[in-house]
């Protein structure tokens, strides 16, 4: 169950620009643009999702920005590459304005996904730009265990660990959460870190 437009009009605040890791089908970016984010770079590591959204969404422009390919419509950009390397590469680009909220929803989930957890090195990439005023929200917290042994998408990471490394960007991080699921099923199950809510 992807985040709702709804839920991001609650955490917008003043953030124009957002950021997300894993397209996939490109919910998401549905519910972006229906929340009014002016911008939108979404990242997707699976060739065949990526190709798939171009075609959801219609996108005809195609080029390569910062080594990535990328479709384009408008002020929406679907790249494709690795989520950490891609934030690497965008937040070097970037001045620091705070202007962004971050989607972090890029992992393993279905075969037919990219076989990959990146969470925490995607958190690593946002530490190292030395950017500490951006909104991050990590989704499906609840998956942040070990105890977690997806086929082929184990993690070796735990929720604490998520949340030091939240921190590690800002410490004046405040930490709030939501529920997800199509009944809100999954309590406080998306942690929004926010210097001021
Ligand atoms: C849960 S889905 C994303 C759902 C989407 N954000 C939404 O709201 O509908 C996770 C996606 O992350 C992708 N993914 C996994 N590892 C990745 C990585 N290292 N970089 C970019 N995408 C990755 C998978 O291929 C999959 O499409």
Redesign the pocket.
């Known amino acids: 169950m ?2 709702s437009k709804e839920q991001l009009l609650s955490i917008k605040g003043d953030k124009r620009v957002f950021v ?6 490109g ?2 970016v549905h519910a972006a643009l229906d929340a009014g984010f002016e911008v939108i770079n979404t ?4 060739q065949e ?1 990526f190709n798939g959204v171009l075609g959801a969404f219609g996108v005809s422009m195609r080029s390569t920005i910062g080594g990535f390919p990328c479709g384009i419509k408008g002020l929406t950009f679907f790249h494709h590459g ?3 390397e891609f934030l690497k590469w965008f937040l070097s680009q970037l001045p620091d304005s705070g202007c962004i909220l971050f989607f972090l ?5 279905k075969e037919d ?2 076989n ?1 957890n ?1 969470l925490l090195r995607e958190l690593a990439a946002i530490k190292e730009s030395g950017q500490r005023n951006h909104t991050i929200v990590v989704d499906d917290m609840r998956l942040w265990t070990r105890k977690n042994t997806w086929e082929g998408g184990a993690i070796d990471f735990e929720n604490e660990d998520v949340i030091k490394a939240v921190l590690a960007i800002n410490p004046a991080y405040q930490l709030s959460f939501l529920d997800s699921g199509e009944r809100g099923e999954h309590k406080d199950d998306i942690l929004v870190a926010r210097v001021q809510p």
């Open positions: 992807p985040i997300e890791t894993g397209t996939s089908t919910a998401g990242v997707e590591a699976s999702y690795d989520s950490a929803d890029a992992h393993f989930s996904s990219h990959d990146p």
